[in-house]
């Protein structure tokens, strides 16, 4: 493996498969650039076909390719990739490729994709975010500190909006009484949940005892100073019976956690972060893996990609739809991930069972509780109730993982079919609510 090289301050080097979130934000204000995309490229390659395009980038561009296999399980720290031009995630069939490179070897051009059989396209890398704020709001943000940022989130248009943070009564959430969660037979037994997200408390009290593997994609640590991804990990695979007077919120609650942090503490990211997380995941057989993030662009033929990968590999990937809209007036499409094909996207239902007025539309394909939804948070809080897609999204996957402990011959797609053939009826479009809401076994 390339040893790590010393970071420049030149926009190359910020474009460079090596730099953070932070400093491709901070290159993109400098140069007033488009504010959506990091200034990197993506390389979505044929069905069968990485190892034939990261040959060809070697033999033919010159590029120095590093391949997530070097590292152990895979989990690929981006950080640590030397003077490489090129990261292959093998298991998703996807490479990223640094800004300069990709241009200096004109990796960007249709020609390109036309003479080199093993490519199916070449896209702009897209930044990520933990809800779909405003990208241009965000990165005004980021000239403050991390913890500034953070505070300000709950602020943003779209952001998930934080309620009560109490609950005193015993029993079981809303969330997980509407999915039928609390009668389940199954409880998630040898099932692996992996949760791509801001990374989670690894000493929450009440998660003390659990096998949890973990990997940063960040290049900050896996601990949680967001409260995102404590939060739906915790719906996902909460504890059965938390301490005190309080409700269960977890589902899932004996699966073998993957916590992968894709996303930084100030809940942004990029999408090659997000895909080292995915193929991660993938490679460990995470027989569900749940992405409470995106950005409210087209489908990226590189999730489509890992969606299918997942897939193949026995995996099911489900996605938030967005927080994007003002319902009844405005209703905007789902964004990536959740819009591949391939993603299973989820909406949002408040208590009423009706879709929550944020959540966006379109390719939807289940729904989920998503409004003033419960669960763990960083400490001392331990706790708290917000709302989003986000919220929704970890409901789907935590009852998923029930049906994979329910029956071994439900993996990948088979158990994608039977979410949908297992939900709810709503009343509603399938357009706002897909095929319902998403109950356990």
């Not at 895979?74 to 990739?81: W, Y």
């Not at 400490?379 to 970890?394: D, E, F, V």
Request: contains cysteine; neutral net charge.
């Amino acid at each position: 493996m390339a040893r790590r090289s010393t970071p420049k301050s030149d926009a190359a080097a910020q474009q460079s498969i090596t730099a953070s979130a932070d400093d491709l934000l901070l290159s993109i204000l400098e140069q007033g650039g488009d504010t959506t995309k990091t200034g990197r490229f993506l390389m979505t390659f044929k069905e069968g076909g990485a190892a034939a395009g990261m040959k060809s980038l070697q033999s033919k561009r010159g590029l120095r390719v590093a391949n997530a296999r070097d590292f152990k399980n895979q989990a690929v720290s981006l950080a640590d990739a030397g003077d490489a031009h090129a990261m292959v995630f093998p298991e998703i069939g996807v490479a990223l490729v640094g800004g300069a490179a990709a241009v200096e070897h004109g990796i960007t051009t249709a020609e390109f994709v036309a003479a080199d059989s093993a490519t199916q396209s070449v896209d702009p890398e897209y930044f990520m975010f933990s809800s779909q704020i405003n990208p241009g709001d965000y990165l005004r943000g980021v000239l403050r500190t991390a913890e500034m940022i953070y505070q300000d989130l709950g602020a943003l248009p779209g952001a998930e909006m934080l309620g009560d943070v109490s609950a005193t009564a015993i029993g079981a959430t809303w969330g997980l009484r509407a999915c039928k969660v609390p009668p389940s037979n199954f409880d998630g037994t040898g099932i692996k949940v992996g949760v791509l997200d801001t990374g989670f408390d690894l000493g929450h009290p009440e998660f003390a005892g659990r096998p949890i593997v973990s990997n940063t994609f960040v290049g900050q640590p896996v601990q949680d100073l967001n409260g995102h991804g404590t939060h739906t990990a915790g719906t996902a695979c909460g504890p059965q019976s938390p301490a005190g007077p309080l409700q269960r919120y977890g589902i899932a609650f004996r699966a073998r956690m993957f916590i992968g942090k894709v996303l930084t503490n100030s809940g942004s990211g990029t999408q090659a972060g997000v895909l080292a997380g995915m193929n991660w995941a993938i490679a460990n057989r995470c027989e569900v893996i749940s992405m409470s993030l995106g950005a409210p662009i087209p489908p990226q033929p590189s999730y489509t990609a890992a969606g299918a990968a997942a897939l193949g590999a026995g995996c099911l990937i489900v996605a938030a739809a967005g927080n994007s809209s003002s319902r009844p007036g405005t209703i905007n499409p789902a964004g990536a991930p959740a819009n591949s094909p391939t993603i299973v996207s989820v909406a949002a239902l408040d208590s009423s069972l009706r879709v929550a007025s944020f959540s966006d539309g379109g390719k939807i394909d289940i729904a989920g509780p998503g409004v003033n939804v419960f669960s763990s948070w960083p400490r001392p809080q331990l706790h708290n109730t917000i709302s989003g897609t986000s919220m929704a999204t970890p409901h789907v996957a935590g009852c998923a993982a029930l049906w994979a402990h329910s029956n071994a011959g439900l993996r990948g797609a088979a158990l994608r079919a039977k979410l949908a053939a297992t939900a709810r009826h709503l009343p509603f479009p399938a357009t706002d609510v897909g095929a319902g809401l998403v109950q356990a076994p």
